[in-house]
Structure formats: structure tokens, C-alpha cells
């Protein structure tokens, strides 16, 4: 049993240059997130999956989008990379959103560099 | 702007010594879970606190939630230099969709 997963775990990329991270899960969970976590800053939700088929802004969306796939995987792309978005980015996934919130399981992070 | 923050931002202490850690946030919440991160690897869920519960234990560890504060505390008895991490409160709002991370809390144990 993987949990959540995260592709790739590295990457460097050149301001302006585009790319997507993957994620999936194998929990069968409905909600899927996305947090970017820089130094003393903690994580900032970025977009969130309440449900397949349904994605939505968190706190920190602009510069990125998403695609719910299908209820395994959620996708997240920089479109033109920017040094601002140097980070470490995690996927997380839940059972149930909404009243019954439970636990977060996260992926181990992707470590992304913008030069 | 992030819902949960953290106090203190670090603490040192002697392994079998107890460590406290506070949380407070700004708007009405779901719940209120306590996460740990280890250098370098993705964050693990410690214990979840309903809106309306007020403590909650789970084996070393002890929460507290005072909504009439809007705050929380995690108490971690007996610390470990195994617990050396970060740990970090997040919060999700009455719609539960979002899940809101505060900046954390470093915690050292020397052994």
C-alpha cells in the first residue's frame, strides 16, 4: 500500500519554463490538496479537490493550476515557472471533506527550484 | 494569510522533560489536528480534536481546544530525542473543505 505518491521528488527548471507535478493516491480517498511549504512559512494551500470532478482556490493559487483526473490523481502545473515558486510542494489526500474531515495522509514532497 | 499560528517557534528541551506547544487560530473550525514532520519528509497526522471536545489524549501526547480562545495546546509528556521535528497545527473551517496549516513549531530534544 503506496499512500500518496509524488512525481518527480526533484526538479530544476529555468523562469518561464512550464511543468506539472504528479500525484496519486490509492486509498480510494475524495479529497485530494495541494500545500507549498517555504522556509518559517509552514504550508499554504494552494488548490484543493473536494471530490472527482470538482477543484477549487486555496490560499496561494495564482501562478498554478489543477486537474482532478480521476479519484486517484491530482495534478498540479506551473505554467511559466517563476523563482517565487521555488519550494518544496506536497500532495495530500482525505477520506471525507466537508463535516467529517479526517486526517490527512501526505506524500513525501516534491522539491522544486526555479533559477 | 494562514489560520493557525504557532507558539513557540522553536523549543529546546531534556529528553524526559515535557514539551508544550500552542496553536491558535481566527475563524470558526471543524476541527483542529496536530501533525509532526521529521526533517526532509512529508507531514504525519498525531490526533484530531472536534469542535466540540475539549481534550484528548493519545499515548504520550495530550490536547487541549478552548474555542472560546480559538486556541490549542499539544502536550508531549516524557519527550524522546525521537521527537525532534516540527510539529504543525491545521485547522479546517465549518465547510471542512479546507484544511489550513499554521507556521509551526520546532521542537529540539537533546538526549
Known amino acids: 500500500n503506496a499512500g500518496v505518491t509524488q512525481t518527480p521528488k526533484f526538479q530544476v527548471l529555468k523562469t518561464g519554463q512550464s511543468m506539472t507535478l504528479q500525484c496519486a493516491q490509492d486509498?480510494?480517498?475524495?479529497?485530494m490538496y495541494w500545500y507549498r511549504q517555504d522556509p518559517g512559512m509552514g504550508l499554504r494551500l494552494i488548490y484543493y479537490?473536494?471530490?472527482?470532478?470538482?477543484?477549487d482556490k486555496g490560499e496561494v493559487p495564482n501562478g498554478y493550476n489543477v486537474s482532478r483526473l480521476n479519484k486517484r490523481e491530482f495534478s498540479l502545473r506551473l505554467e511559466s515557472a517563476a523563482p517565487s515558486q521555488t519550494s518544496v510542494y506536497f500532495c495530500a489526500s482525505t477520506k471525507l471533506a466537508g463535516a467529517n474531515t479526517g486526517e490527512l495522509f501526505f506524500g513525501e514532497g516534491s522539491r522544486l527550484t526555479v533559477l | 494569510s494562514q489560520q493557525g499560528e504557532e507558539d513557540p517557534q522553536a523549543l529546546s528541551i531534556q529528553e524526559g522533560e515535557n514539551a508544550t506547544m500552542n496553536c491558535s487560530y481566527k475563524t470558526s473550525i471543524n476541527n483542529l489536528q496536530w501533525y509532526r514532520q521529521n526533517s526532509g519528509r512529508g507531514l504525519v497526522h498525531l490526533i484530531l480534536i472536534r469542535s466540540n471536545e475539549r481534550e484528548k489524549h493519545s499515548g504520550r501526547l495530550r490536547v487541549t481546544l478552548d474555542t472560546s480562545k480559538k486556541s490549542s495546546s499539544l502536550l508531549i509528556t516524557a519527550s524522546r530525542a525521537a521527537d525532534t521535528a516540527s510539529y504543525f497545527c491545521a485547522t479546517s473551517d465549518t465547510g471542512g473543505f479546507k484544511t489550513i496549516f499554521g507556521a509551526g513549531t520546532r521542537l529540539f530534544v537533546k538526549a
Open positions: 486509498m480510494n480517498h475524495n479529497s
Open positions: 479537490s473536494a471530490s472527482e470532478g470538482t477543484t
